[in-house]
T-cell receptor, first 114, second 112 residues
Framework: GAVVSQHPSRVICKSGTSVKIECRSL??????MFWYRQFPKKSLMLMATSNEGSKATYEQGVEKDKFLINHASLTLSTLTVTSAHPEDSSFYIC??????????FGNGTRLTVT | DQQVKQNSPSLSVQEGRISILNCDYT??????FLWYKKYPAEGPTFLIS?????DKNEDGRFTVFLNKSAKHLSLHIVPSQPGDSAVYFC???????????FGKGTRLSVIA
């Protein structure tokens, strides 16, 4: 079935640096990918909708200059957390859907900012 | 305002018995509902879904029931197995390429 690959699975970075997370759809093309963030003991919160070839659509309260999304091709979307701070530490998950399949998720990226 | 609610944060069930996880929604535009299972430090895994034109969908040990008038759906797992222990998220979408809206999840513990 459809598979979504997310990399890296874990990353530790220093405050002030930037981190890039990649999300790939492995056997289908995804014109739209979604980026979620999960806070401890809370639901998955949609951050932004990544559209291939155009600008991402951000949810209210999500800083677009801090969380840069690039959907360079039909199989790749990247999320860059710029100038990371400890409060950005979280579990970030991407998802994508083929034409008729349910939404599939990557395995997530655990970001820790020290 | 939470559009998808899972009011039980946790549930404990004995192995072999039935697990029933509940989910309520408020948005009448939702027409497709899904259940995801999530282990710690992993992304959610799709489990089962149901379209609003149906009231039941079954896949092996997993059955999802949808009551549109009550805006309620439930996931039944029978018989429950220890490997089913995980967090289960209910999700809904209004169709097309709209994103999923998730509930907060229910942690299921199946005790051997």
């Amino acid at each position: 079935g459809a598979v979504v690959s997310q990399h890296p699975s874990r990353v530790i970075c220093k405050s002030g640096t930037s981190v890039k997370i990649e999300c790939r759809s492995l056997d289908f093309q995804a014109t739209t990918m979604f980026w979620y963030r999960q806070f401890p003991k809370k639901s998955l919160m949609l951050m932004a909708t990544s559209n291939e070839g155009s600008k991402a659509t951000y949810e209210q309260g999500v800083e677009k200059d801090k969380f840069l999304i690039n959907h360079a091709s039909l199989t790749l979307s990247t999320l860059t957390v710029t100038s990371a701070h400890p409060e950005d530490s979280s579990f970030y998950i991407c998802s994508a859907r083929g034409n008729s399949s349910p939404l599939h998720f990557g395995n997530g990226t655990r970001l820790t900012v020290t | 305002d939470q559009q998808v609610k899972q009011n039980s944060p946790s549930l404990s069930v004995q192995e072999g018995r039935i697990s029933i996880l509940n989910c309520d929604y408020t948005n009448s535009m939702f027409d497709y509902f899904l259940w995801y299972k999530k282990y710690p430090a992993e992304g959610p895994t799709f489990l089962i879904s149901i379209s609003s034109i149906k009231d039941k969908n079954e896949d092996g040990r997993f059955t999802v029931f949808l009551n549109k008038s009550a805006k309620h759906l439930s996931l039944h797992i029978v018989p429950s197995q220890p490997g089913d222990s995980a967090v289960y998220f209910c999700a809904a979408t209004a169709g097309g390429n709209t994103p999923l809206v998730f509930g907060k999840g229910t942690r299921l513990s199946v005790i051997a």
